[in-house]
């Protein structure tokens, strides 16, 4: 009986958590938006580095990294997809930690930066490239452990090879609209997951 019991309450628990990730399934598009959002501000700071110069990509991608949320919202919004989660969703706590620990790594990648520029945008492929890797748990995709792995793959290749700013700017780019329209597009195929 107690045996029962105890299967009963992890098959509830199990069934719950998989409510949470399809809730933000459904909430965020499978979170393909914001991945546009993201390789969309690291395509302008790739344009900055190649047209102006690599200090003005440091900070296009430094203040355009605060605009990637509002535009994955503006995104969703344009779409018809919600932009949100259940307010119930215990995984939104873990969105906001995630968030949070990204930020606290920003300032690394900054100091980086007064080394060498290029070092700044190697040192933020492998922030997001990390930051990627929680998406599998929060959304139940695993797509974004190949998306974590490629960024950081990415990172220490541009970093070995001394890839300029631009070049790894537009890596990031390239690599986060190549999987944000895999992720929409997987979505679309089956939005009710």
Not at 9 to 33: I, M, P
Not at 158 to 163: A, D, E
């Amino acid at each position: 009986m107690n045996k029962q019991l105890q299967q009963l309450d992890t098959s509830s628990s199990v069934k719950s958590f998989s409510n949470a990730q399809a809730n933000l399934r459904k909430g965020y598009a499978d979170g393909a938006l914001g991945v546009l959002a993201s390789g969309t501000v690291w395509m302008v700071a790739a344009l900055v580095a190649f047209l102006v110069s690599s200090q003005a990509a440091i900070w296009t991608l430094f203040f355009g990294g605060m605009l990637i949320h509002p535009f994955g919202l503006l995104l969703a919004k344009l779409m018809g997809i919600p932009g949100s989660h259940s307010i119930q969703n215990p995984l939104g706590k873990l969105i906001m930690e995630g968030t949070i620990f990204m930020l606290m790594c920003i300032p690394l990648a900054l100091l980086l930066s007064l080394q060498n520029h290029a070092w700044f945008f190697q040192g933020m492929l492998l922030i997001i490239g990390g930051r990627y890797l929680t998406f599998s748990t929060l959304y139940g995709i695993k797509t974004y452990w190949v998306l974590g792995a490629v960024l950081g793959a990415a990172a220490f290749a541009l970093f070995f090879f001394n890839g300029s700013p631009a070049i790894s700017a537009l890596s990031g780019s390239m690599t986060e609209i190549g999987f944000g329209i895999f992720l929409f597009l997987s979505y679309k195929k089956n939005p009710s997951q």
